[in-house]
């Protein structure tokens, strides 16, 4: 409310500011033109602001009510869905999950983009398909690894420095969006 009578007298000011700006020939001729106007609008904003009065009192009344239900409707539609996660990083997490639930390491490395970090023993940098298969599934998919990727929330995925991580410490796969808009497996860390 006060913001309203608070704006409608600015733009009063404005207007009689406006009217004494002009020439010094015309400036009583706009005064004389314009009392009738102001005090016409004074008059036929009164009963608004009255008016406005008694809304904003019956608005303050309902607010506290519309907020609560508004918090409660909110609350419930971050439980139903998390738009904080970009839904092509967790379509792709979905993607390597299964990948690692079957143990498919052809699936796997289908979504790695090499030359890739594995930090087996002391850590490779693996630069093509047939060098991660020279690994061995069974060491590839280390239980441990197994473990954190199947556990991992997709709903907790976010974006970090180094890309998105699944997994909660170590063991982890991160991955990133590359160039060409797609997203590949940079680092299998155990």
């Known amino acids: 409310m006060k913001k309203k009578l608070a704006a409608l007298a600015l733009c009063m000011c404005a207007g009689l500011a406006m009217t004494a700006c002009g020439d010094t020939g015309t400036a009583e001729a706009s005064q004389t033109e314009e009392a009738p106007a102001e005090e016409t ?7 608004d602001a009255e008016q ?9 009344t309902e607010q506290p009510e519309a907020e609560a239900a508004d918090t409660a409707a909110d609350a419930d539609a971050a439980e139903d869905t998390d738009s904080s996660v970009d839904p092509e990083a967790a379509a792709f997490a979905d993607q390597v999950k299964e990948a690692v639930a079957a143990k498919d390491l052809d699936a796997l490395s289908a979504l790695i983009s090499y030359p890739v970090y594995v930090g087996i023993e002391e850590g490779a940098v693996i630069e093509d398909a047939d060098a991660l298969a020279a690994l061995g599934a069974e060491t590839v998919f280390d239980e441990s690894l197994v473990s954190a990727i199947d556990a991992f929330d997709n709903a907790t ?3 970090v420095g180094a890309g998105y991580v699944m997994g909660d410490g170590k063991p982890n796969i991160t991955f990133n969006k590359q160039e060409d808009g797609s997203f590949g497996i940079t680092g299998i860390n155990y």
């Not at 406005?52 to 303050?60: K, P």
Request: proline share 5%; charged share 30%; net charge negative.
């Open 41 to 47: 609008a004074a008059e036929t904003t009164q009963p």
């Open 157 to 159: 995925l976010v974006e």
């Open 52 to 60: 406005d009065a008694a809304t904003a009192e019956e608005q303050e």
